[in-house]
């Protein structure tokens, strides 16, 4: 296997990890702020959607990292970025928030190939598939 193919969607994952982490850390930070952006949104329970966005952002980011249920993780957090841009980022008229809705919509993409595709050879998926190859 050439080192692009092993290496690159590790890379590739880490990556798009890079913004789900930097953001939880940052709610996990500020829970209350991004309460209040919840509510201000309109949505009901705020502190369990920060809760959830925790849990998706710093979680996920690290499931994807380390390549563990990557189809899966990948896609509840391509679900998440498609629904942020939809509640949080849907003023088009506003170049921030237009970019903003674009940025999830691409990062939903990306996420997509991931679950089309998986994590790739350097990742615990790969291990467990190699393990459960050798024990059968």
Known sequence: MSSDVR??????????????????????TAPAATAGYIAAAGLPLPYLGVILAILVELVGGI??????????VALAMAVFSVAAAAFFHNNLGDQNQFIH????????????QVVAFGAGGLSVDAALNRKNVATA
């Open 63 to 72: 499931l994807l990292i380390v390549g563990y249920q990557t189809r899966l």
């Open 7 to 28: 290496y690159t969607p590790l890379l590739g994952r880490v990556l798009i990890a890079a913004i789900f982490l930097l953001s939880g850390f940052g709610k996990l």
């Open 101 to 112: 809705f674009f940025k999830n919509i691409a990062m939903a993409g990306g996420l997509l």
